[in-house]
């Protein structure tokens, strides 16, 4: 059994490749070679094999090759994680195309060309499919790029769940609120210079706890071990939706 994280060099993903070390581990990243290896080390040590993989899904090739290199790694691909995500948090007459469309190449559509490799193998394994959505998704919070291309992800979840469920292929999303990485600090950082009025005036039902990127690794667990679960996209956020 074998199962692909993408953007598993660190934060969330790293936390999703670690969960699931009872299988073959494929780690993917873009551009930081010793943090990934630093995620197959751990899943070694947490008792799992691991192979790392350079490529940027927003780039067609890159995605069918990072697919190509996984079924080839562990004789099989039986579930995928679209975990790789980033922002370029900016205001909407500041934002250029090319922010624009970096978010949503990476975020959306990168997803998606992974999930189009990798759909005949998950077919084959009447497999697991998850997207790392974010409740900016829901509520329109981080900036316009960010909240658009994460809504996509609630689409693309239901409508591959109509799609894929009658092969066998379980479809669901995980869609956190602030989690403590390093691209959260990025939006903070951006919340904080434009005086959004946001998360900060959300309450929540757990206002003393911080979400750690196991929690969100947690609930991926969930999704993928509970087979009557379908189409559904998973708020983990405290409470933040309501």
Not at 108 to 121: D, E, K
Not at 166 to 190: K, R, S
Not at 202 to 213: I, K, N, Q, R
């Amino acid at each position: 059994m074998a199962i692909l994280v993408t953007g598993s060099s660190r934060g969330i993903g790293r936390s999703i490749a670690v969960e699931f070390a009872e299988r073959d581990v494929v780690v993917n990243y873009r551009s930081d070679e010793e943090a990934a290896d630093e995620t197959a080390e751990r899943v070694r040590e947490a008792g799992g094999e691991a192979v790392t993989v350079r490529a940027d899904i927003s780039e067609s090739a890159a995605a069918d090759r990072l697919v190509e290199t996984a079924v080839d790694a562990f004789d099989s691909l039986d579930a995928v994680v679209n975990n790789a995500g980033i922002t370029r948090p900016n205001r909407l007459e500041e934002t250029t195309d090319a922010e624009w469309e970096s978010v949503i190449d990476t975020n959306l559509s990168g997803a998606f060309r992974v999930t189009r490799a990798a759909a005949p193998h998950l077919r084959a394994a009447g497999g697991d499919l998850v997207f790392l959505s974010s409740v900016g998704g829901t509520l329109g919070t981080v900036d316009a790029s960010y909240a658009a291309s994460k809504a996509g992800v609630h689409g693309l979840t239901r409508a591959l769940a109509r799609e894929l469920g009658p092969d066998g292929v379980q479809v669901n999303a995980v869609a956190p609120g602030p989690v403590e990485t390093d691209l959260n600090d990025v939006i903070l950082d951006y919340l904080e210079g434009i005086e959004f009025r946001g998360h900060e005036n959300v309450d929540t039902h757990l206002p003393e706890y911080a979400c750690e990127p196991a929690d969100v690794a947690h609930s991926v667990r969930y999704l993928i071990d509970n087979e009557y679960v379908h189409g559904e996209v998973l708020e983990v956020d405290g409470g933040m939706h309501l």
